[in-house]
Structures are given as C-alpha cells and as structure tokens.
C-alpha cells in the first residue's frame, strides 16, 4: 500500500543543483563513520571500502530504475565471518573478500527465484507485524553504537543533538533540509574553538585532536589488489583450496541471515517514502542492487555492502526522498575514496560527535517501525501479533547481547530475530493480513 507523505521527490527541480550537492555531501558524512569502521575492524583498505560503497550505490541506482534513496555502505553482519576466516591475519583476508564475492551471488541467485515466484508469495512472510518491530530492531540495536561513541565526551554530543534538532524546527530555507551536516559542522567548530582555547583539556574531555591530521599526499590512488581475490588470479598469491571453501560457506551462510535484513531495510525506506518499494522496482531489482554490489566490493578488495540505515535516518529527517541525491553522494564519495586529505580531516572528527547525530538517525528508523505498525493497522488486541512482536523484540535485543552461534557461524540479534519472527508468523493460525494485489516482483 502506498501512501504519499509530504516531502521533495524531484531534488533538482524543487531544490537546484547548489542545494542538491549540498544534501548529497550530507548524505556521505552520514555513512562515513560506520563505513570506514569496517575496514578498520577487519583489516581492509578505508580508500577501497568507500570506493566500493560509491560504485555499489550506482549500480543500486541505476538497477532499481533510479527509484529507490538508498546507499550502500560497508556492512556489519559480516564482522564475523572476517573474524572467523582472517582474524588479522592480512594474508587470509584475499580468502575473505573471495567468501564476500560469493555472498553477493548468493542475493543474485534468491534475485531469480523472486522473479520466478513472485515476491507476493515471498512477502505473505513479511507482514507489517513483522516487518514494523524488525524495523524499529534496527534502530534499537544500532543505538548502543551512537551511546557509545557519543559517551567519549557529552557536552560534544548534546551540542550536535541540539544544533540537529534546532535546524529541524526552526530553520528556514536550505539549513532545514540539512540539519546532520549542520549538527556535525557547527558542534565540530565548538570543538575547535574549545580544544584551542584548552589546550584539548576542558574538564578532562577529548574535544578535537587537529595533531592527527596530515594533508599529505593528497590524492592516492586505493590499493584494489591488495586484499582482492584477483591476487590468486594474478598469481600474487598461492590458493589453497581448504581455505577458500571454509570462506565461502561461511560467507554463504550469513547472506542468507543478511537477506532478512535486506528486506527490513527495504521496507524501512519503503515506509519513510510513503512508496511500495516490494512492487516497485521490487525485491528481485534490490537484491540484484545488494548482491552484485557486494561481489564487486569483494572483487575490489572491499567488505560486502548493505543498504546503509544511517541514510535512511537521513531521509526521514530531511523529507528529501528523492535517488538522486544518493548518486550525487556515491560520486562523492568515489572521489573521496582517491583524496586521502579528506580521509585525513574525517579522523579529526571526535567519535562524540558522530555518536550524537547516530543517536538522533537510529531514533528516528525506529519510530519509522513505529509508524508501519500504526499505518497498516496492526491489531494488538489479537493475541498472536503480541507474541509474534514480543519474540522479535526480546530476541533481537537479547541475541544482540549473546550472539547465536552455529559451529564456525554467528547469528547476531538482527538476524535471528527476523527468523523468528518470520517462522513464527508461518506456523500462528490466525493471519490478519492481506497483501494487495500489486506485489509484484
């Protein structure tokens, strides 16, 4: 069901391109942080990750017909399957990318069988009582992050908070369709002046460490073979088999949990749109967009990509729904991937303050859940979509905590509860839900 909600669906006739651009370097600051912390997790190039996030958000683009504001970043369910595969060791992180190329064919070859079934077969399992509290579980689960990070210093993270939610209320004009680079340029400035002023000691807090940051070189060009399967291709590296295939099942495994969360993601945008992304373009056009974005990401030495919530927050704040600010920040960020200055200024930026505006992104995908519920008219009266909710909350909040683990696998919270929750709504008598007819693939 569609339902058109008030915002700009046509950025550079409503807006112009001065604005457009604007809104697309916001979009990339959005991303940024849980972007590079990926490749700094496992080991991977921070130039090759954001380079393959921008190439991935294209092809999504172009894929989904130009239809759908999403934009891929580095994904976080596959933290441990490098962990299993590599676990530091840089030689076996080529094993790695191998397995993230695999996953992606994964998406590609459950792409085909929506097409050949239908996705109103396939969606009967996703009704709004279990895709509303698996969306607001994407909220809730990333908030811990945005806590955590903002906890280095608070007086950082309530000023962003502040400026964020000042702009969106009271600005007029372009600031308020971009109130997180507001939130993060204006409480970065305090930071500065603070850190100058203190000597970066006030009361004991780290504000902004400009020590950190070295202009030189200023463009680079990323190491795309480095951690790539092609290495075993070009010879640069012998293949051993054992390896490989560990890597790929392992990988395997977890694109099918992390399909789960393609869906919710897709819904989650889908809702804050006010459009049916499931019929059109459709899931067999996402996953292809996931998918092949992946195995190219994993192709170039990259971590497997994911629809990025963080921007989705974005979205809903702004109103600003059309795609094409996506591909103006996916260009962006292609170019940022070869100027390591600007990667260089990005370390400048205290977590503190990133973890301020996640906190304010995280909450508003969680009232999006809120809102799917109370827009398709979930019935908490009826007993069977309490326990269906109830399961999915209780398990995604507690296997987050306590990851299920399966021999060489790891579930986390996300995933088993979109498990769950999508078993135990096959197996309730009772449904009280219908599709509509135009769920098509």
């Not at 100027?339 to 400048?348: A, G, H, Y």
């Not at 135990?424 to 509509?436: M, Q, R, S, T």
Request: glycine content about 10%.
């Amino acid at each position: 069901m569609e339902k058109k909600v008030e915002g700009i669906y046509d950025g550079f006739k409503e807006l112009g391109t001065g604005k457009m651009l604007v809104l697309g370097f916001q979009h990339v600051f959005a991303m940024f942080g849980a972007t590079v912390l990926v490749p700094l997790l496992t080991g991977l190039s921070v130039s090759v990750t954001l380079f393959c996030a921008g190439i991935g958000t294209l092809w999504f683009f172009f894929i989904t017909k130009r239809k759908i504001p999403v934009f891929l970043g580095s994904s976080f369910a596959f933290l441990g399957a490098f962990a299993s595969i590599a676990n530091g060791d840089i030689n076996l992180l080529p094993y790695a990318t191998l397995g993230v190329v695999c996953a992606g064919l994964i998406y590609v070859i459950l792409a085909a069988l929506f097409a050949i079934f239908g996705a109103k077969k396939v969606m009967k399992l996703f009704p709004p009582v279990v895709t509303g509290p698996i969306i607001i579980l994407i909220g809730l689960i990333l908030a811990g992050t945005g806590v955590s990070s903002a906890s280095a210093n608070w007086i950082l993270a309530i000023i962003a908070i502040a400026i964020i939610i000042c702009v969106n209320l009271f600005a007029k004009g372009m600031l308020k369709i971009i109130p997180i680079l507001c939130g993060i340029l204006g409480s970065y400035i305090i930071g500065v002046v603070i850190s100058l002023l203190s000597n970066n000691s006030l009361f004991g807090l780290p504000w902004v460490d400009l020590s950190t940051f070295q202009p030189l070189p200023i463009v680079s060009v990323p190491p795309f073979v480095d951690y790539s399967p092609l290495r075993f291709v070009f010879g640069l590296q012998s293949f051993d088999a054992a390896i490989a295939s560990n890597a790929i099942v392992t990988f395997v495994v977890v694109a099918l949990a992390a399909m789960v969360e393609h869906i919710g993601d897709i819904c989650a945008i889908g809702a804050t749109c006010g459009k049916n992304f499931i019929a059109d373009p459709g899931l067999t056009r996402t996953l292809l967009g996931d998918g092949i974005g992946t195995s190219l990401a994993g192709l170039f030495g990259g971590p497997a990509n994911t629809t990025y919530s963080e921007n989705t927050g974005v979205v809903a704040l702004t109103k600003v729904y059309d795609p094409k600010v996506m591909c103006i920040a996916a260009i962006m960020t292609i170019i940022l991937s070869f100027l390591s200055i600007f990667d260089s200024f990005i370390n400048t930026i205290p977590w503190s303050i990133i973890g301020g505006v996640s906190m304010v992104l995280y909450g508003m995908i969680s009232a999006t859940g809120v809102r799917t519920i109370m827009e398709n008219r979930v019935d908490y009266t009826n007993l069977r979509n309490v326990l269906i909710t109830a399961l999915i909350l209780v398990c995604g909040l507690g296997f987050n905590a306590n990851p299920l683990v399966i021999g060489r696998i790891q579930l986390g919270g996300l995933a088993v509860a979109a498990i769950v929750g999508i078993v135990v709504n096959a197996i309730l008598p009772g449904k009280d839900y219908e599709f509509a007819e135009n769920i098509e693939a």
